[in-house]
């Protein structure tokens, strides 16, 4: 391919209401009269005709607790698989590994097993994860 067969690929801008000779004059390709010739005449996704929409018929529920403490979890099992004997294991190393995406209070939960000794630092541990831990040899600090 040489540079003069190259092709220029940019689409021309439809020119409304140009005269009638353009092919889009006079109604701009809107038609005849009606809600939709005019200006502002489109209706959201939402409006079902004038009768009152499904947002409005049906009833709310329900609530988001604002003071709710919501943590990241993540499961012993996953630990055990992701990280070698001795190693520690804290917020960061759990980024780093592309085990947790966002920096949030991590939870540990007990899930799976614990075969290796680790070091882990977390915001809560739950009982379970707590035993299989301790009783791998690995020590836990919870960091409020």
Same mark, same amino acid.
């Given at each position: 391919? /040489?540079?003069?067969?190259?092709?220029?690929? @940019? &689409?021309?801008?439809?020119?409304?209401?140009?005269?009638?000779?353009?092919?889009?004059? %006079?109604?701009?390709? $809107?038609?005849? %009269?009606?809600? %939709?010739?005019?200006?502002?005449?489109? %209706?959201? !996704?939402?409006?079902?005709?004038?009768?009152? !929409?499904?947002?409005?018929?049906? !009833? &709310? $529920?329900?609530? $988001?607790?604002?003071?709710?403490?919501?943590?990241?979890?993540?499961?012993?099992?996953?630990?055990?698989?992701?990280?070698?004997?001795?190693?520690?294991?804290?917020?960061?190393?759990?980024?780093?590994?592309?085990?947790? /995406?966002?920096?949030? !209070?991590?939870?540990?939960?007990? &899930?799976?097993?614990m075969t290796k000794r680790l070091k882990i630092i977390a915001n809560k541990f739950s009982k379970t994860a707590r035993e299989k831990i301790m009783k791998a040899?690995?020590? @836990?600090?919870?960091?409020?």
């Open positions: 391919m /040489k540079l003069s067969e190259l092709v220029k690929t @940019v &689409k021309r801008s439809k020119r409304l209401g140009r005269g009638e000779a353009s092919g889009w004059g %006079k109604t701009s390709g $809107r038609g005849t %009269k009606g809600q %939709k010739a005019r200006s502002g005449g489109a %209706k959201g !996704p939402y409006f079902e005709g004038g009768q009152t !929409p499904l947002i409005r018929r049906v !009833p &709310k $529920r329900g609530f $988001r607790n604002i003071f709710k403490k919501r943590f990241i979890v993540v499961n012993v099992g996953t630990l055990d698989e992701s990280f070698s004997e001795g190693e520690e294991v804290s917020i960061q190393s759990l980024i780093e590994k592309n085990i947790i /995406k966002k920096r949030l !209070p991590v939870k540990i939960l007990g &899930k799976g097993e040899g690995g020590t @836990v600090e919870e960091t409020g």
